[in-house]
């Protein structure tokens, strides 16, 4: 086991990760921008080295100050985290290169699957499902009928060079797919002056299904269920949960088993999420990996009890996995609402400011994980999130009534928070439901 | 940057760690020094004191963690204190007087190599293109430029000592 690990990152994950390591008996060093001196968690590192001034180019992303670190600390290892470096395969390379470990996988199996194109192929030589498209631009209007029959109605008309959903158009049928290509490929020409097209199977209120795995160096694979991320804003995700809330069991094998196909097959290590989008009628297509911790792992954490960071540190110290996948039952429900200082009331604009008074939930099955306190400055240079609060109970109705009793308890003041906002999310019915998609909180809540 | 103990083996003594003799004589020193706040250790013990009515502990270390820290069972030595508040009331620093700070992270060298003289001395002018120190970071040895043109009035950091982002090294009297 490591007996020093260089943290790589800030905020709520920064102290994830070293209590983590405190409860392995790992000593942490912990890397800080000048905005960030003043954070709790900086002073409960064991080494604390300065690493820039607050931008992140010029600190978090820096990687010849946190490699400088990591020498100076005599770390064995280095955490990522989330975002900044976590997914640069140049800095994992520049890692291994300098001896020490990166904890998460190869460079080459990043880049693998870091590479959207490359991940859809190796999705396909695993036989996981992808979205059904056509393999290139469409040439002619008999090419897109017969490609649009192949891969099945409705069917998305899209613009190679596109964006902001210009040059895009739903077609449910041959006679409207023959009227919406001519005006998709103008539209086109005329936004991006290129009127090449591609077809893609149109997935109606898809909802964001991704699921966790986590493998050793030994061959050993396992997933550790699914997380629906669907309430999102943007492509930001706002609320996650396990279980995915109507998915039949027997998709959720299929999904979870695909991710386990794709991740041996692509030779990835340590942990990962492998993300689908899954239709009305629960057929699920894969879309990309995260090769690396996220954001909402202490959903997965709650219901399956298994200590990701710990896992991701042991795995990469070359332990194999604690665990086979027969030894992974589920229990319970698990959710997590992110708080970020924004203002939902001005289309979410971030909110940096003094924190004066914080009050925060607890009880039974309540988890805050956030590295803020009352007189903590949130500062502007960085991503919002100031805490994520995760609930776990018995059943997804439990689950929501303790989240809203949570919500109400939750004070913070002197900063504008998303609390009211997720407030207002789980008190709907689409959403107790679990009905949801990735368009709803925009189509339902924020345009009305 | 603060810096951790020692940690390369050194066995723990069986001693009273926390003794009130040892507490107070550290608190005297602290007193002596008008230091706020102390932050010892040494292997896997520890002791903080914070000092005066302001100081409100925003995250206390976690209570598991505190038996195995305890005062060090010898006054450590002066590079592995890390003193938090400001040093010792001296003449405050007038504003001719610039403090040059590591513009990098990694260990600095005083000299261009073990058997020269230091790039720089007490008392020396120097000018913006005088190189000052090498900050070595990842392999490649960086040559820092003043950037000011004065006097050295001190010398902040020591030979080969590792050094983080905006860490005072020199303090240059542009008066001079």
Not at chain 1, 273 to 284: A, G, H, L, S
Request: hydrophobic share 40%; with cysteine.
């Amino acid at each position: 086991m490591y007996n020093r690990i260089l943290i790589a990152n800030r905020g709520e994950i920064a102290l994830r990760v070293q209590r983590a390591c405190r409860e392995l008996g790992i000593e942490t060093v912990v890397v800080y921008s000048e905005a960030d001196k003043d954070a709790p968690y900086v002073r409960l590192a064991d080494q604390a080295i300065c690493i820039g001034p607050p931008r992140s180019i010029d600190s978090y992303l820096k990687i010849e100050n946190i490699i400088s670190a990591a020498e100076i600390g005599n770390v064995d290892a280095i955490h990522p985290g989330y975002g900044f470096l976590s997914e640069n395969s140049h800095f994992n390379e520049v890692c291994r290169s300098c001896n020490i470990d990166f904890i998460g996988p190869t460079p080459e199996a990043m880049e693998k699957l870091g590479d959207k194109n490359q991940a859809r192929q190796m999705a396909k030589l695993a036989k996981v499902p992808v979205v059904p498209g056509s393999d290139g631009l469409i040439e002619n209007e008999e090419e897109a009928i017969q490609t649009a029959r192949a891969i099945g109605y409705p069917v998305l008309i899209k613009a190679t060079a596109g964006g902001g959903g210009k040059g895009m158009r739903v077609a449910a049928n041959e006679l409207a797919l023959k009227a919406a290509l001519e005006q998709a490929q103008n539209e086109a020409k005329a936004a991006f002056g290129n009127g090449g097209v591609y077809l893609e199977r149109y997935i109606e209120k898809p909802r964001h299904v991704e699921v966790q795995i986590i493998a050793d160096h030994f061959g050993n694979v396992c997933h550790l269920l699914e997380r629906d991320c669907s309430v999102q804003r943007r492509h930001q995700k706002l609320i996650e949960e396990s279980p995915s809330p109507r998915l039949p069991e027997s998709a959720r094998r299929e999904l979870c088993e695909a991710a386990v196909r794709l991740v041996k097959t692509a030779g990835y290590t340590n942990a990962g999420t492998v993300e689908f989008i899954v239709d009305q009628e629960n057929r699920f297509y894969f879309i990309e990996v995260n090769a690396r911790i996220q954001v909402e792992h202490p959903v997965t954490e709650m219901v399956t009890g298994i200590d990701l960071i710990k896992t991701q540190i042991a795995v990469a110290s070359g332990k194999p996995l604690p665990f086979t996948q027969e030894e992974i039952v589920p229990r319970g429900a698990a959710m997590e609402c992110r708080i970020n200082a924004e203002d939902p009331n001005k289309n979410f604009q971030p909110c940096p400011g003094k924190i004066e008074r914080i009050f925060v939930p607890g009880g039974y099955g309540v988890r805050f994980d956030t590295h803020v306190s009352a007189g903590y400055v949130v500062p502007p240079y960085y991503d919002s999130m100031i805490g994520k609060l995760i609930v776990f109970k018995e059943n997804r109705e439990e689950a929501i009534s303790c989240m809203l009793r949570c919500l109400a308890e939750l004070q913070i003041q002197g900063i504008s928070t998303t609390v009211d906002f997720h407030k207002k999310v789980l008190s709907h019915g689409d959403f107790v439901q679990g009905i949801v998609d990735t368009k709803w909180v925009e189509r339902e809540l924020l345009s009305k | 940057m603060t810096d951790s103990g020692d940690n390369q083996g050194r066995e723990e003594q069986s001693e009273d760690v926390f003794s009130v003799e040892r507490i107070r004589s550290l608190v005297e020193l602290m007193k002596e020094h008008d230091l706020k706040e102390v932050d010892l250790r040494h292997f896997r013990q520890r002791i903080r004191i914070c000092r005066g009515t302001n100081e409100v502990p925003v995250m206390a270390p976690p209570t598991m963690i505190a038996p195995q820290y305890a005062a060090p069972s010898a006054p450590p030595p002066a590079a592995q204190v890390s003193q938090v508040a400001a040093p010792p009331p001296a003449a405050a620093d007038g504003p001719h007087i610039v403090t040059i700070k590591s513009p990098m992270v990694g260990t600095l060298y005083l000299r261009p190599n073990p058997k020269s003289d230091s790039f720089v001395k007490v008392g020396q002018s120097i000018n913006p293109e005088s190189t000052i120190c090498i900050i070595e970071a990842m392999k490649v040895f960086n040559e820092i430029p003043a950037e000011v043109r004065g006097k050295v009035v001190e010398i902040l950091c020591g030979n080969e000592e590792p050094v983080d982002f905006g860490k005072p090294l020199f303090k240059i009297d542009t008066r001079g």
